[in-house]
């Protein structure tokens, strides 16, 4: 059997991951939130340049942070 070769028990190790990381919200410090603010009204949604200026953070982690603090469906 190959190393790339997969089993289907992957898929439930998947799901897994994916569940935690919809339930997962990173910890950002006021410095981190400040640039994500400045650089979201220079660049807009270009989450993947933002985090391009923080080291250690991904645009996703930007995003969902972004998202959950932003909302507008809070009404």
């Known amino acids: 059997m190959s190393r790339f070769d997969h089993s ?3 898929s439930s ?11 997962f ?3 950002f410090s006021e410095d981190e939130e400040t640039l ?4 979201f ?5 270009r989450w ?3 985090a ?3 080291p250690g953070r991904t645009a996703e982690e930007i995003e969902k942070y972004w998202t959950a603090r932003y909302s ?4």
């Open 8 to 10: 289907s028990d992957d």
């Open 25 to 27: 919200k990173p910890e």
């Open 41 to 45: 009204k220079l660049v807009g949604e």
């Open 52 to 54: 391009g200026r923080i």
């Open 36 to 39: 994500i603010t400045r650089m």
């Open 72 to 75: 507008t469906s809070e009404d």
């Open 13 to 23: 190790v998947d799901s897994r991951a994916e569940d935690f990381s919809q339930d």
């Open 48 to 50: 993947s340049l933002i």
